[in-house]
């Protein structure tokens, strides 16, 4: 099985303009979650979406949007960006039981200049 | 809500010397444990996942850990570190969230092997 797949992995953009991350699940896998990860907050949880529908959703503005296709595919947006978006930014997937792995993609790394 | 804590951010050891990263979760009923291992630049790569079918878990380049219970505690071990298990290690926890999968992280240990 192909793993967990993020498209693009390197991004450089200027504060003020937005940016979408895209995310591609393991074949069969309808849970989707993002994290964003930096030096100083570590690994903070976004949201998670599964069958298309935002089941659970941390504590970020609502610059940082997200949806899920009917194929499973997940893509992220920040608008506005700031130089504190500058981040790796994680996407994983599972099937959505609670006992099942979360598999990582290997992350977006965006650079807010 | 669940809660993960690592104890400590920062661990040094001596190649070939014993690996012991903490964590410990807040729960009332057994959980779903994982430890994750991440490599600069890489995304995070399951090390091993305790599911209730036995307390000590084997997982990946000779990492092990025991869910213990009475001390709500999931730690990892290795008995002798090497070079390349110079990583950022996360525990997590996966528990019912009203229905679906909710998954908790620790804050993370960054482990440094000394030569």
């Known amino acids: 099985k192909a793993g967990v797949t993020q498209t693009p992995r390197y991004l450089i953009k200027t504060r003020g303009q937005q940016v979408t991350l895209s995310c591609s699940p393991i074949s069969g896998h309808r849970s989707v979650s993002w994290y964003q990860q930096t030096p100083g907050q570590g690994l903070q949880f976004l949201f998670e979406y599964f069958s298309e529908t935002q089941r659970n959703k941390g504590n970020f503005p609502g610059r940082f949007s997200g949806r899920q296709f009917s194929n499973s595919r997940s893509e992220m947006n920040v608008s506005t960006l700031e130089l504190g978006d500058s981040a790796l930014y994680l996407c994983?997937?599972?099937?959505?039981?609670?006992?099942?792995?979360?598999?990582f993609g290997p992350g977006t790394r965006l650079l807010v200049l | 809500a669940q809660s993960v804590t690592q104890l400590g951010s920062h661990v040094s050891v001596s190649e070939g010397a014993l690996v012991l990263l903490r964590c410990n979760y807040s729960?009332?009923?057994?959980?779903?444990l994982f430890w994750y291992v991440q490599y600069p630049n890489q995304g995070l790569q399951l090390l091993l996942k305790?599911?209730?079918?036995?307390?000590l878990v084997k997982g990946i380049n000779g990492f092990e850990a025991e869910f213990k219970k009475s001390e709500t505690s999931f730690h990892l071990t290795k008995p002798s570190a090497h070079m390349s298990d110079a990583a950022e290690y996360f525990c997590?926890?996966?528990?019912?969230?009203?229905?679906?999968?909710?998954?908790?992280f620790g804050t993370g240990t960054k482990l440094q092997v000394i030569p």
């Open positions: 305790y599911t209730s079918a036995a307390t």
């Open positions: 729960s009332s009923v057994p959980p779903y």
């Open positions: 994983a997937s599972s099937s959505g039981l609670i006992s099942e792995t979360q598999y």
């Open positions: 997590a926890v996966s528990d019912d969230a009203g229905g679906y999968q909710k998954v908790t």
